[in-house]
């Protein structure tokens, strides 16, 4: 079922972590490779350092914590702050109340956020004290997002 021959054809990562629809986990994880989350998750998930790992939150999965992965893509419900060393990926359907730290977004039109898109590269003293409101790199984002509004970000 998840043998080396089943891979996204958008990320060419293999799935070897489902967490299936009906279950739900309360704690932390660390995970490397793919992980597939259709259930709910209330804690953190996180990456191994070094691991080329890609997280994918289905349509109707749910984690409720902070995420940290190289690649992460979001269909479903995220509450927590995302960090993304390398690229983040809104769905459609994405409902992300939390900051996104990333270095690349993707963001569909319908993609929801309540929160801040804060590209990795910013440096700390715009994300801190008056300056951090008006910084380009931290914007404040409500509502729904189309992907124009994302890449003037």
Do not use: C, W
């Amino acid at each position: 079922m998840f043998g080396s021959d089943k891979k996204s054809p958008r990320h060419g990562n293999a799935v070897e972590t489902l967490v299936g629809p009906r279950a739900v986990i309360r704690g932390d994880i660390n995970f490397s490779g793919g992980l597939y989350v259709e259930g709910t998750i209330y804690g953190k998930v996180v990456a191994d350092d070094g691991s080329a790992a890609v997280l994918t939150l289905s349509e109707d999965g749910r984690i409720e914590g902070e995420v940290r992965a190289p690649v992460v893509v979001i269909s479903g419900t995220m509450t927590g702050d995302v960090y993304a060393s390398e690229r983040v990926e809104l769905a459609a359907n994405a409902r992300v109340q939390g900051n996104i730290h990333y270095k690349v977004v993707e963001m569909a039109a319908g993609a929801m956020i309540t929160g801040r898109l804060i590209h990795a590269e910013a440096p700390l003293a715009q994300l801190t004290g008056p300056a951090a409101e008006s910084a380009p790199a931290a914007v404040p984002l409500r509502g729904k997002a189309s992907k124009a509004e994302a890449q003037e970000a």
